[in-house]
């Protein structure tokens, strides 16, 4: 009898289990101040990503290391820190940690609040060109590092065979170190996020537009 061609054997389902595992998790935020119709939004978000990281646990195994952008803390303090900004991404730590699993430090404080402070001066709008570039420039250094640290640090707790979940938003630029498998967390809920946010900024943009016409006009 012939060989089969292309076949591909699947692995044994403990080999699949083995070895460290990230669950990402895109973070969402939402506040007192938002509309109704968003904030149902982030909290049908959150429920969807609970159900997604007990299904991927379930198959794999439970989650002992969990990382969070903006806690450089962890235990205790880290999980408080974790309530103190952003009640949807607490609710999901606060069943793993009950369930044993460890909140880890995932930032370095200084290298947080440099990035953060720098931050701030380019926000508040900067006049002179030279000033400028030398905050951008802090401000990128500053970033790199934060990055290379977030790294490190998930290399050095996320111990072999664990599996861990990272709290952070789109669009980071972190370098997962090498051996880490992720795990992409994106819910239905996510996608009608981003599409609400581009209704409304556009939405908004249009608003400006007219009122700008109507400004013209009457000059």
């Known amino acids: 009898m012939p060989e089969e061609l292309g076949k591909i054997e699947k692995p044994p389902v403990e080999e699949f289990k083995r070895g460290r595992k990230l669950l990402f998790v895109p973070l969402v935020y939402g506040s007192k101040d938002s509309p109704n119709e968003y904030s149902e939004k982030v909290k049908k978000y959150w429920e969807e990503v609970e159900e997604q990281l007990s299904d991927l646990e379930l198959k794999l195994r439970q989650a002992r290391r969990i990382y969070h952008e903006l806690v450089p803390s962890a235990g205790k303090e880290g999980v408080k820190a974790v309530k103190d900004l952003n009640d949807g991404s607490h609710q999901v730590v606060k069943t793993r940690v009950e369930k044993g699993a460890e909140l880890e430090a995932a930032e370095d404080n200084e290298l947080l609040t440099e990035f953060m402070d720098w931050s701030r001066c380019l926000a508040i709008g900067l006049q002179n060109q030279k000033v400028f570039s030398t905050v951008y420039q802090s401000y990128v250094e500053a970033g790199k590092k934060r990055n290379e640290s977030i790294a490190r640090r998930l ?48 939405k908004q943009a249009e608003e400006a537009k007219s009122e700008a016409r109507k400004k013209g006009e009457k000059q």
Do not use: C, N, S
């Open 155 to 202: 290399d050095e707790t996320l111990k072999a065979d664990e599996i861990g979940i990272l709290f952070m938003q789109e669009g980071h630029q972190v370098q997962f170190p090498p051996g880490i498998e992720v795990f992409y967390v994106a819910p239905p809920a996510l996608d009608e996020i981003k599409r609400w946010l581009r209704d409304r900024e556009a």
